[in-house]
């Protein structure tokens, strides 16, 4: 069975940086032969969740959100299996629950999410 495991998350000032990790159990993570994507999504208080960033297996396609562009980058470690997601010049409107998903050969998974947040 798949499972995500999210870390990373914390308090941090308006400009800093954070990285979130989010480990995959449960599936090949490096075999080229099983498509995967695996995304980062936020909620805030109040609001819907929103896809924040995206990468894909085996072709490596990386997808982001424009509020994110140039700030966030998605990443990927086959020797770990792990993805992360590596923010910087957060702002406070950054704050929110990541959760990390996985989409496995069409079957979705939730990790149980992390806090962010961003003092202004």
């Known amino acids: 069975q798949v499972q995500l495991a999210e870390f990373g998350g914390g308090l941090v000032q308006s400009g800093g940086s954070l990285r979130l990790s989010c480990a995959a159990f449960?599936?090949?993570?490096?075999?080229?032969?099983?498509?995967?994507?695996i995304s980062w999504y936020r909620q805030a208080p109040g609001k819907e969740r929103e896809l924040v960033a995206g990468?894909?297996?085996?072709?490596?396609?990386?997808n982001y959100a424009d509020s994110v562009k140039g700030r966030f980058t998605i990443s990927r470690d086959d020797a770990k299996s792990a993805v992360y997601l590596q923010m910087s010049m957060l702002k406070p409107e950054d704050t929110a629950v990541y959760f990390c998903?996985?989409?496995?050969?069409?079957?979705?998974?939730w990790g149980q999410g992390t806090q962010v947040t961003v003092s202004s």
């Open positions: 449960g599936f090949t993570f490096s075999n080229r032969n099983v498509n995967w994507y």
């Open positions: 990468i894909t297996n085996p072709e490596n396609r990386l």
């Open positions: 998903n996985a989409n496995v050969i069409g079957r979705q998974y």
